[in-house]
């Protein structure tokens, strides 16, 4: 069975702080993904990563693919009360594994 | 455009009654997926679909089934529910071309 670990699995932080979210495996993806969902709600993709080493950036968050493929973590600078949410990462073989969770509260 | 819509939204069944959960999508989408979340444990595939008249097993499809008879709908039926199929339940879909998964926004399903 693949796995995929997130962690922390639960972060309480105050707004202007900084924060990191680690996706991990021991299984090699073609691609990654995060998603963000807020509660009653079905997940939003953020963003995919395709290649080993590859980083993108969405406004305050930046996504990095590890150079193997088979880790990943997202960062978020200076989090808003907006980014609250629970944050999904999920690799992708021929379906996709989505990971553990990380519930993420940004305090006002 | 609603996207994907979910039917129903709640629902609550004792241990041994049936029942089916609809996934309909307007966006002409090839794939359509059937996933369960439960606490701590992300998302799991149950079924999913890559067209009209095709279904494949996922990681946890003991106790469930499906259909797709026509491309925008994708049922999900338990026959026989356990309280162990009490979760909240996530249809997706997405084309051929992109990775893109389209989520709807569920189904809260206890089981008694």
């Known amino acids: 069975t693949q796995l995929l670990e997130q962690s922390p699995q639960f972060l309480s932080i105050q707004e202007g702080e900084n924060l990191t979210v680690y996706c991990n495996s021991s299984?090699?993806?073609?691609?990654l993904q995060w998603y963000r969902q807020e509660p009653g709600e079905g997940p939003v993709l953020l963003v995919t990563?395709?290649?080993?080493?590859e980083v993108k950036k969405l406004k305050r968050l930046t996504f990095q693919f590890g150079d193997a493929r088979k880790d990943s973590s997202l960062h978020i600078t200076a989090a808003q009360p907006g980014d609250t949410g629970l944050y999904l990462c999920?690799?992708?073989?021929?379906?996709?594994?989505f990971g553990t969770g990380t519930r993420l509260k940004v305090l006002a | 455009n609603a996207g994907v819509t979910q039917t129903p939204k709640f629902r609550v069944l004792k241990t041994g009654q049936s029942m089916t959960l609809l996934c309909a999508q307007d966006?002409?989408?090839?794939?359509m997926y059937w996933y369960r979340q439960d606490p701590g444990m992300g998302l799991r595939l149950i079924h999913y679909?890559?067209?009209?008249?095709?279904?494949a097993k996922g990681e946890v499809p003991d106790g469930y089934n499906v259909s797709r008879l026509k491309k925008q709908n994708f049922l999900l039926g338990l026959e026989s529910a356990a309280p162990s199929q009490t979760s909240v339940y996530f249809c997706?879909?997405?084309?051929?071309?992109?990775?893109?998964?389209?989520f709807g926004p569920g189904t809260r399903l206890t089981v008694l």
């Open positions: 997706a879909s997405r084309t051929g071309q992109t990775d893109t998964q389209y």
């Open positions: 299984s090699v993806f073609s691609s």
């Open positions: 990563v395709v290649t080993g080493g």
């Open positions: 999920a690799g992708r073989t021929y379906k996709y594994i």
């Open positions: 966006m002409n989408h090839e794939y």
């Open positions: 679909s890559v067209g009209e008249g095709t279904t």
